[in-house]
């Protein structure tokens, strides 16, 4: 097929139109609230409680579409095209598998329970990718970004933390860096179904994987029992405040910026 066949003449990318490519109307519109709230939190304008509400719920969201689109990038370069197809590499978190899982139920916890729940749902088409080290590599790239805004978060915090700009605004930086922080944990720990343990999914032994198998799809319920555990859910958190407190994330902004986001308590 020549260009000229191709409907509307759209170049093509590997084999895919360049418009599975570009940024959703609904991934720009997320960036250009969570830039507008940043901007009304700084300047304290109208009620600082609500612009740090959409400021932090929208933050958290872009960082869901980046992590997700890290999975989908990462897979499509290692042979996948059906994320292309599915609309994946458009950033648009309407195209998760599930989106009460994927958006609400993460939104949800972070608001209510001050934490960074794994979200968002990208199928790969996982007989499309070759080698076990490329399917490593596609369920680590998703915690990788999550690492990666913790550490930009952080440092953003320690620069400006405590000079210019109001404390609100840094309380609510310190808290996306803390639900940043959180989600890299979850997404790591080898639970079956998350990144953490599809990442070593591939190197278990055949009866391994298929025991593996059988439990992945409760991923979500078994974090959940997990964190429910007294001793387990406390040693979680503790270990993520020790990260925390490595990584000089000051405590009292993030708790902070938890009150504050929850504007409906003010």
């Known amino acids: 097929m020549t260009a000229a066949d191709r409907p509307g003449n759209e170049p093509l990318l590997?084999?895919?139109p360049r418009a599975a490519f570009r940024p959703s109307p609904v991934f720009l519109a997320l960036v250009a609230l969570f830039a507008t709230s940043g901007v009304l939190t700084w300047n304290q304008v109208g009620n600082v409680r609500l612009d740090v509400f959409l400021f932090v719920v929208s933050g958290w969201l872009v960082s869901l579409c980046l992590h997700e689109y890290a999975h989908a990038i990462v897979a499509f370069r290692a042979g996948d095209r059906s994320v292309a197809h599915r609309g994946y590499l458009t950033l648009n978190p309407l195209k998760y598998s599930h989106p009460l899982l994927s958006i609400a139920l993460p939104v949800a916890v972070v608001l209510l329970g001050g934490i960074g729940l794994p979200g968002g749902a990208v199928w790969v088409d996982r007989h499309a990718i070759g080698g076990r080290l490329r399917h490593t590599l596609?369920?680590?790239?998703?915690?990788?970004?999550?690492?990666?805004?913790?550490l930009v978060l952080v440092s953003a915090v320690a620069l400006g933390a405590g000079g210019s700009?109001?404390?609100e605004f840094w309380a609510a930086v310190a808290l996306l860096a803390f639900l940043q922080l959180t989600a890299s944990v979850l997404n790591l720990l080898p639970v079956p179904g998350l990144d953490g343990g599809n990442m070593l999914q591939p190197w278990l032994s055949p009866p391994y994987r298929r025991m593996y198998d059988l439990f992945a799809p409760y991923g979500f319920v078994l974090l959940f029992l997990l964190l429910w555990n007294p001793q387990i859910g406390g040693a979680f958190f503790d270990a993520v405040f020790a990260v925390g407190d490595l990584l000089g994330l000051p405590p009292a902004l993030y708790s902070y910026g938890l009150d504050l986001v929850r504007f409906w308590q003010g």
Do not use: D, K, R
């Not at 596609?138 to 913790?150: E, I, M, Q």
């Open 165 to 167: 700009g109001p404390v």
């Open 138 to 150: 596609v369920s680590l790239a998703g915690p990788a970004t999550n690492v990666v805004f913790t």
């Open 14 to 16: 590997l084999g895919v």
